[in-house]
């Protein structure tokens, strides 16, 4: 994530900055134009259903001018942190800010989601181990029938298995579970192999599942964690 | 500032992991080859020993670790994975190690609570 290019100049950042630091006695709310920018990240979490806290490095502050290019560094860096999900369009553009620090659109609105006082999943909304197994077998035995084992095309067949696994359990993933899945794809050959895994979870709300395929040319193993997002 | 410090101390940070895994195959397996009657018990303490140093991080998150060991016979071996889950919070790790006689993948997924 860090070796991505600094999406706002320098000079970008310092006319900004410039721009928000001379206000010493400034309230809360006129500081939320930083937040802004956190605020679309944390609508893209929303469905998780919990406060976002991580952008909120930059919400809320006050700002002395003293600390300004610190927080510029801090911008660029958590813009980094969010990769792909922020676009920058608005900025190159200048569809949001002018340089002379005005919004020329009205400011994003910060969405604060409420506590839903929830400590674990709902009665009967829990990780299916069963059933997630019947899917991943189902699959498994459909998707490699007949296949042979071929190196060129083996590494895209088992990234491939592994999306089509994500897509179908997502379907049936009750709500606030996050799901890992893992597809092992071997040659059958006279080799001894071993996968195991272990993990630090909730007994209570989380758990596993897995599913072997074998036939005369390749092995498959399946595996798939359900985890329940506190 | 501080912001900052428990924003790193809340991240799932590849290089300290990927160490942690290294370590704990270089002590458990090192230069031995595959053996049939090890392997069960080598896959279970390279997992134990990586959750433990792992949990001794204190960091808040759940952690998957999955090994797979395999000898040496010329046949091939793929391995991927697919997650749902929080790309800001959530990480994860493969270290793929080898010595003369078997090839070891040991794969960390962090998520955080």
Redesign the interface.
């Known amino acids: 994530m860090a070796s991505q290019p600094l999406p706002l100049s320098q000079e970008t950042l310092a006319q900004f900055n410039r721009s928000m630091a001379p206000e010493p006695g400034a309230s809360g709310p006129p500081r939320r134009r930083l937040g802004s920018i956190s605020t679309r ?1 944390s609508s893209k ?1 929303q469905s ?1 259903d919990q406060p976002h806290h ?1 952008p ?2 930059l919400r809320g502050k006050t700002v002395p001018s003293s600390e300004s290019s ?1 927080l510029s560094t ?1 911008i660029s860096n958590s813009h980094i ?3 792909r ?1 922020f676009s920058f369009a608005g900025w190159h553009q200048g569809g949001r800010v002018s340089f002379s620090g005005l919004y020329l659109q009205q400011p994003i609105q910060e969405v604060y989601v409420e506590n839903t006082y929830r400590m674990g999943p709902e009665p009967g909304c829990h990780f299916s181990a069963s059933r997630t197994r019947q899917i991943l077998q189902a699959t498994l035995d459909s998707y490699l029938e007949g296949v042979c ?1 071929s ?1 060129d095309s ?2 895209q ?3 491939i ?3 089509l ?2 897509s179908k ?2 379907d049936v ?1 009750p709500p606030r579970y ?25 007994p209570n709300t ?1 758990n ?1 599942t897995s599913a072997v395929f074998q036939n005369h040319s390749l092995f498959a193993v399946a ?1 798939v ?1 359900g ?1 329940y ?2 | 500032m501080d912001d900052d410090q428990s924003a790193e101390e809340t991240a799932f940070v590849v290089d300290e992991v990927s160490s942690i895994v290294k370590e704990s195959l270089e002590a458990v397996i090192g230069r031995n080859p595959y053996e049939q009657k090890r392997v069960n018990q080598w896959v279970s303490s390279v997992v134990e020993q990586c959750l433990g140093q792992l949990s001794k991080l204190s960091k808040p998150f759940k952690y998957i670790v999955t090994c797979i060991i395999m000898q040496k016979n010329g046949a091939g071996l793929q391995s991927a994975s697919s997650c749902f889950w929080d790309n800001t919070t959530d990480g994860s790790c493969t270290v793929r190690w080898e010595n003369k006689h078997l090839y070891c993948i040991v794969s960390v997924f962090g998520l955080a609570i």
Do not use: T, W
Request: glycine share 6%; with cysteine; aromatic share 8%.
């Open positions: 990240r979490d998780k991580r909120l490095s610190f801090k942190s969010m990769g999900r084992y190196p083996c590494s067949l088992c990234q298995l592994a999306d696994f994500l359990l997502k993933n996050k799901l890992v899945c893992q597809v092992v794809v071997g040659q059958s050959g006279k080799q001894g192999i071993r996968v195991a895994s272990r993990s630090l979870m909730n989380d596993y595996l964690h985890m997002f506190e």
